[in-house]
C-alpha cells in the first residue's frame, strides 16, 4: 500500500480513506493541511486496486470472470443482482488494520469519502478497538433503496478513454458533473489532478473491482447499530453521485451519530469548503481525544 504521512508523528492520527477509484492525491492539499494546522497527525494511502498501491487484476471478478463464475456487469448490479467480487469492503478495512500494524498505531480516527465512508463504516462495525472515531462524507449504508445516483448524470459521461490526453479531459468533465454547484468549480486544479493520477497509476478495470466489493457486501444498516464510537455524517445537499438520503441512513443508523447537511456541496470537496469540513471533524476528533476513555463493556451515552 503507498501511503503519506502528513504533521506531527505524537499528534492524534487521522486516516483518510478515499473513494472508489480515486487516488489519496483526491484529497485537497488544503484540506489536509487544515487537519494539519489543526494539531492532528494526517495518514491518507491508495486503496488496493488504485494508484501506487498492489493491483488484483488476475482474481476473478467482473472485470476477470474465472472459468465457472460469469461476472455480472456493472449496471446488472446497480439493478440489484449482487455482481461477483474478488474481495470486500472486509478485505479493505483489513487493509487499513495492516497498514497501522506498519505505523504502530494502535487507533485511529477515520474520514472516508463515498465508497472510502462505506470502507470506514466497515472498519468501525469490524475492527472497533482500531476505531477512535468515524466521519463517513459523501456515502451511504449499502441499502440500495436509499443514496442512489442520478443516473441521467452519469449516462451522459460516456466510457472513459483509455489514452492520457482523452482520460484528463473526461475526468474533468466527470468531476464537473459531479462538483458542488454552490461552490466554484476550479478547473485548473481538476486537470492538474486528473494528470497526476493518469501519471501515478491508471487503472479503470481496479475501479470496477472495487464498486463490485460495495455492491457484494451488502446493506450495513443493521451492523452499523452496533458501533460505539463518535460518528459524524457530513452530507452535501446537491450529491447527484450518492443522493443526500443516504447519509441520512447512515446517520439514523449509528446511535448517537451527528449529521451535518452542507448547502450546495455535491460529491466533491470545494477548496471554499475545506475550513468548514475540516473544523466540524477536527470538533470531533478533539472532542474524544479529551473525553474520559471508556473501556469494552461500558455503556455508551447518546444524546
Do not use: K
Not at 470506514?120 to 472515531?133: G, I, K
Request: with cysteine; aromatic share 4%; hydrophobic share 40%.
Amino acid at each position: 500500500m503507498a501511503y503519506e504521512c502528513l504533521g506531527d508523528d505524537h499528534a492524534p492520527p487521522v486516516l483518510l480513506v478515499m473513494g472508489g477509484g480515486a487516488q489519496m492525491i483526491a484529497w485537497p492539499e488544503e484540506f489536509c493541511a487544515e487537519l494539519v494546522g489543526r494539531g492532528l497527525r494526517v495518514i491518507r494511502f491508495d486503496n488496493r486496486d488504485a494508484g501506487r498501491s498492489s493491483r488484483l487484476p488476475d482474481l476473478p471478478g467482473p472485470d476477470r470472470p474465472g472459468p465457472d463464475l460469469p461476472g455480472p456487469d456493472i449496471p446488472t448490479a446497480l439493478n440489484g443482482d449482487s455482481p461477483l467480487a474478488p474481495y470486500t469492503l472486509s478485505d479493505m478495512a483489513d487493509d487499513i488494520v495492516g497498514l497501522l500494524d506498519v505505523l504502530q498505531v494502535r487507533s485511529a480516527h477515520l474520514v472516508g469519502a463515498s465508497l472510502g465512508g462505506m470502507i470506514a463504516q466497515t472498519m468501525a462495525v469490524e475492527h472497533p478497538e482500531r476505531t477512535r472515531s468515524l466521519t463517513s462524507m459523501m456515502s451511504s449504508t449499502g441499502d440500495r433503496t436509499v443514496g442512489r445516483p442520478d443516473a441521467t448524470v452519469l449516462a451522459g459521461l460516456g466510457t472513459p478513454p483509455q489514452d492520457r490526453r482523452g482520460f484528463i479531459a473526461w475526468q474533468v468533465r466527470a468531476l464537473r458533473a459531479v462538483a458542488s454547484p454552490g461552490f466554484a468549480f476550479d478547473e485548473a486544479a481538476a486537470r492538474e489532478r486528473a494528470e497526476r493520477a493518469y501519471d501515478r497509476g491508471h487503472d479503470p478495470a481496479g475501479m470496477v473491482r472495487q464498486f463490485a466489493a460495495a455492491m457484494a457486501s451488502g446493506d450495513r444498516t443493521a451492523r452499523l447499530r452496533s458501533v460505539r464510537v463518535p460518528a459524524l455524517v457530513i452530507h452535501g445537499t446537491d450529491d447527484v453521485l450518492i443522493d443526500m438520503a443516504g447519509g441520512r441512513a447512515t446517520a439514523a443508523a449509528i446511535p448517537g451519530a451527528e449529521l451535518a447537511i452542507i448547502d450546495g456541496m455535491g460529491h466533491s470537496i470545494p477548496q471554499e469548503l475545506c475550513p468548514q469540513l475540516v473544523l466540524l471533524i477536527a470538533h470531533l476528533i478533539h472532542r474524544v481525544e479529551t473525553a474520559p476513555r471508556r473501556h469494552a463493556g461500558d455503556p455508551l451515552r447518546v444524546g
